[in-house]
């Protein structure tokens, strides 16, 4: 890849000698023959003096590219030539020597004034004149804004007067916020720097609290759009919680507030400890490579960390291990530790501002009942928890655990300075200290408290807390979770999950988890619920099976915490069982008698029945702010209905009707028609058909089947949406032909539509009725007009074999589909099952998704000679998960060995096509 244009401009910035005078000879001698004719030759010294320093004026590299796990010397990344500056300051930018005839100022704006540009970064300029200098400032702005734009840079400009620049300062915290940031780059010095006293005095003075709390507010609120969280999977290094927007705004809010050139000005004011500014800059510095790599990956500003640069970055910054997600998550790692080192710079900076009344103090009336003695070894330092002592927690380190608890009883904040304190004397959180039994009372009562254990014990895991009182969770801190359907790491995922079940005990969710809700008031063992959630992914990436690792760590904490032998083992049996709930709502057919059958004889109590359920709907929930949709939360309350049903009457009830009572109900919807009709209609299926869908569809097949075989029309559709299902339910009648299924699910999926349930029939008199449930991209309902007919025609084209379909899907993968996730490495499996049903073998197969994915798959369950009667379909993240009930062309389960040797590698062979 060629060098950028900023990268070239960083070349010219390090030439010396007779190579730098020749540049500015021939750049002179282009603008004279260039503006000659407009006889303005005063204005070339000037101004190409300005373009001279401008292009010197930034090092695009101020730091070595690679970290010092398997770094070494600096290096650039494989797609760029350029080679890095080898300083660690930028270089100098002194003022020209001539040029004293006009009246005009370059100023650096911005990233550009701060002397940090990024390989595609803007470059912002400010032609800043006194009120005579207008056109003059015109004039040279246009002049060198064409060569920078005929280089090919992005340039960001304006040209003011002083007056104005106040006028709009004064007026827009935007715009005040890029000037402090200016820096004098060309021009008339006394212009700059009356800009500079001026914005001082009339812009600064007086008005640090204002700036700082608007500055804070449009923080949250950046923090909210991108997700509000440090521990994104796929964090945006910029504009993200902890990003290098964050450290601009400490730098803004301290250069703002006290008289500083730099943020280190603040350690020898004793604002900030030596430690504490080189914790900021290593993370400062971190954060420059990764934007600097990412840049010269993507070939333009890309700010986003997604998962398909995320490996190539490790590996460029020197992070190196045989198994790729290794290096993934050892990168990852040090990311967030960044990013936390940052939010703890916030909140230390914060509280200096607080103690100073360059902020507005917290709102609190903890005061009005928090008598000092009522407090103990802590107090009330303004308006935030504090210790008495700077020995206390050498002394007593229970006492780090009891600070968190006492500040969550009282809605407290916890001083930073405490925190700094803490941080020196974690490794006082020994053997003894987790041993001992007051430290896991009061750990306990944190998690099980009434306002809730999910802030606090954040907090708890940012001070390194949490993962010294509890090291296997110290372990899953920053684990990244490669499958692109989780968006927090899983730390991150484990304390939402406690947050969102806390909000269902509080009856805060109970219009979308109406069932939930009215069962978590009546579970007796809370807390075992509450450490079985804490746990269910506490052994994630230890290589094994995260849910038998996790079993025997929760039996241990729930002995640790004081839990009785029975409480012990339940806790235990719902983190080994986690995934049983939703692993049979979205993977089996409960229509199957057997499947509720399975289900019931593993959970086998109404006690567990509730605790996995409220568990299950509080893991799922946490995955992501998209994952949960109605179709899931109908099939999770379908199953417990029926589980809790067959535990109270020891069978399982089905929708069946008598025959006669059947026919009769079916007759009540159809008016008009005859009996001999729906006699017809009835005899062309079975007892399983007959069960597998209410009156009302039934009625509406029997008319889509007598209009197809009246009519002779080779294809009817009906759609129906379900909005609180959030699923548009697709019911096709057709002649049955040789891989129907995989003709119809392709179609669907050119169309737009992502499948997530079917049922598939074929009737004695040859036609086939395929009930599909279908939700969009997004996971809502398909209801767009435009695209329910598009779907018709490819299904009718497929059918017919006008459209083919592995052709389009091929085209649809040459355009870039689903590009991004390619860069994870989901190796396909094929599990084959004949105990889960007691009349179809189960396929059970998983992969990376792709346009096509199920095409394939379903074309080649086809070619092997065999009918699917029940589909499953799931996407998590960039991988599949399709279940399938099928039968051979007896009608039987697939049982010799050679025979499902051949269908599992004929599906692992289409998995990877």
Known sequence: MAASPIAWIDNIGQLTGWKRNALAFALGLCATLTLAPFFIFPLLIP?????????????????????????????????????????????????????????????????????ELFPYSDIDLLFLYDEKGADEAARIAEFILYILWDLGLK??????????????????????????????????????????????QEVVAGTAREFVEAKLAERDNRHRRFGDSRYMLEPNVKEGKGGLRDLHTLWWLARYVYPITALKDLVGMKLLTPQEYKAFDQARQFLWRTRIHLHYLAGRAEDRLTFDYQ?????????????????????????????????????????????????????????????????????????????????????????????????????????????QLMARHLGCIDDAVRADPKANALFLDILLAYQGPETTLRRMSEAGVLGRFIPDFGRIIGQTQFNMYHVYTVDEHTLVALGILHAVEKGHLRAELPVATSIINRIQMRSVLYLSLLCHDIAKGRGGDHSELGER???????????????????????????????????????DPKTIQDFVAIVQSPERLKLLLALTVADIRAVGPAVWNGWKASLLRELYRRAEQAMGTGVVELKKHQAGQFRDDVLKL????????????????????????????????????????????????????????????ITLVTYDQHALFSKIAGAMSLAGANIINAKVFTLKNGMAVDVFQV????GQVFDRPDRLAKMSVYIEQALSGELDIAAANAQRTRNGINSSRSALPLPGQVLIENNASNIASVIELTGHDRSGFLYDVTRTIAELGLSIATAHISTYGAQAADVFYVKDIFGMKITHDARLKQVREKLLEAIGS
């Open 155 to 200: 340039v960001g400009q304006s040209h003011r007067s002083i007056d104005e620049t106040m006028a709009q300062a004064q007026d827009d915290i935007a715009t005040r916020t890029n000037l402090l940031d200016a820096r004098f780059i060309a021009g008339r010095q006394e212009i700059h720097d009356q800009f500079r006293r001026r914005f001082d």
């Open 553 to 591: 760590i929760a039996a241990k904490l729930a002995a640790r915490f004081g839990f009785s032998a029975d409480e012990t083992e339940t806790a235990a049996w719902l983190v080994r069982h986690h995934l049983l709930f939703s692993n049979t709502a979205f993977k089996r057919d409960i229509d």
């Open 670 to 729: 159809l008016p008009g028609w005859a009996a001999r009709d729906v006699d017809a209609y009835l005899e062309q299926g079975n007892p399983t058909y007959w069960a597998n869908f209410d009156l009302p569809r039934h009625a509406v097949i029997a008319r889509m089947m007598k209009e197809a075989q009246s009519l002779s029309m080779p294809l009817l559709v009906d759609t129906q949406h379900d909005y609180d299902r959030s699923i548009t339910e």
């Open 47 to 115: 101004a190409f003096t300005g373009l001279y320093w401008l292009i010197q004026g930034s090092s695009l590299y101020p730091l070595p590219l690679r970290e010092g796990a398997g770094g070494g010397a600096p290096s650039l990344p494989a797609t760029s030539n350029q080679q890095p500056a080898t300083k660690s300051t930028p270089l100098p930018n002194p003022p020209p020597q001539g040029g004293r005839g006009y009246k005009i100022a370059l100023v650096a704006a911005g990233g550009y004034g701060r002397e």
């Open 775 to 778: 939700q969009d991209t997004a």
């Open 311 to 419: 490996q190539r970055l490790a590996a460029l910054m020197g992070y190196k291990h045989p198994s790729p997600n290794r290096s993934i998550e050892r990168f990852m790692r040090r990311y967030f530790v960044a990013v936390r080192t940052v939010g703890s710079m916030t909140r230390v900076f914060c509280a200096l501002l607080e103690e100073e009344k360059k902020r507005a103090p917290r709102r609190s009336l903890a005061w009005l009942w928090q008598a000092p003695w009522k407090l103990g070894h802590f107090r009330l330092d303004g308006q935030r928890l504090g210790v008495r002592a700077d020995t206390a927690f050498e002394t007593n380190p229970v006492l780090m655990i009891e600070l968190f608890r006492v500040a969550q009883i009282h809605e407290l904040d916890i001083h930073p300075r405490a925190l």
